[in-house]
């Protein structure tokens, strides 16, 4: 059986806002592993993991840039949330968000671009991390491109014009009025900051993940005791609310929090007199997917001085 420390209580119960003891006993029922561990607490109702297992995890920016009808957005990476205010270090994000427009998504060839000013992407990335004393890195990046339409961008609680911890692209095709267009885009594309789905269409849900709600919903289905013909209907029930909840045509518009938001692009369509098509759309949120490493100051120091950080066992 694996270790169960208090630092790895901890962070399940940072992850799920479980109690300790009930994270404690889902390690325990789970032999440590952090990811059963979280859907061990939500069959039981303990958790609401599936919107507190993508917490940010590590600093730094998202950086949004548009050029026509084309839209880039990256994350670059930093130690702490004190280089992300740094300007330096934001006009760093700036200006690869803006590269990315030409290199694309692949982020090997974003780091080999050239930088404006002389060098490559990577070469002023390693001037930076010696200038300002800390480490950082590039990524990620998505691009997202349209014909004829709009591509447009948000970034939640900006820190600066195009940066900040969220960011949000949003394709729409149209040969509608483009003002029209760019004011439908900016309301959808604050909904998918806000709102986080998954895919833009409940049949587009990776397979992997459905199944894994499949799997928790049969368990809390069983729990209930009812007849399995009943619980079968139980898992299907769940899993279709599932699709309806995490795809982004059939949320409910966080607006008016009543009308889907394949509704309002509808209507909208309408309005500028010529169909409009959801093309695509990409959430960066920082730091997600990646585990903020903890650090136990008091041992480094020890470590470092050659002292041990508690005392030896007496034999």
């Not at 982004?248 to 607006?255: A, C, G, N, R």
Request: hydrophobic share 45%; glycine share 10%.
């Amino acid at each position: 059986m694996a270790d169960i420390t208090a630092a790895t209580v901890k962070e399940l119960r940072d992850r799920t806002g479980a109690g300790m003891m009930d994270c404690k006993k889902a390690l325990g029922e789970t032999q440590g592993d952090m990811e059963a561990a979280i859907d061990w607490l939500r069959t039981k109702g303990l958790a609401a993991a599936a919107k507190k297992a993508g917490r940010q995890a590590a600093e730094g920016l998202v950086g949004v840039s548009v050029r026509g009808t084309r839209g880039a957005v990256v994350e670059v990476n930093s130690e702490t949330d004190f280089v992300a205010k740094n300007e330096q270090f934001q006009e760093f994000v700036r200006t690869v968000s803006q590269l990315a427009l030409d290199t694309g998504s692949d982020v090997s060839a974003l780091a080999s671009a050239s930088w404006p000013a002389g060098g490559t992407v990577e070469e002023k990335l390693t001037a930076n991390i010696a200038t300002i004393g800390e480490h950082q890195s590039l990524r990620r990046a998505a691009i997202l491109e349209v014909g004829d339409g709009v591509v447009v961008s948000y970034v939640h609680n900006a820190a600066s014009p195009g940066l900040g911890k969220i960011g949000v692209l949003v394709a729409l095709e149209s040969s509608g009025e483009k003002a029209a267009l760019e004011a439908l885009g900016k309301s959808l594309a604050m909904h998918i900051a806000a709102s986080n789905p998954l895919a833009l269409r409940g049949e587009d849900l990776d397979p992997t993940l459905v199944e894994r709600e499949r799997s928790i919903a049969a368990e809390k289905a069983k729990e209930s005791g009812k007849p399995e013909n009943i619980v079968e209907k139980m898992v299907d029930g769940a899993i279709a609310k599932f699709r309806k909840e995490m795809a982004f045509l059939s949320q409910l518009f966080v607006m008016d929090n009543k009308t889907k938001v394949e509704d309002v692009v509808a209507a909208e369509a309408k309005k500028v007199g010529a169909p409009i098509n959801v093309a695509g759309f990409v959430r960066f949120q920082l730091g997600e997917g990646i585990e903020k490493k903890e650090s136990d100051f008091a041992a480094e120091v020890a470590a470092a001085s050659g002292v041990p950080s508690k005392p030896e066992p007496v034999a």
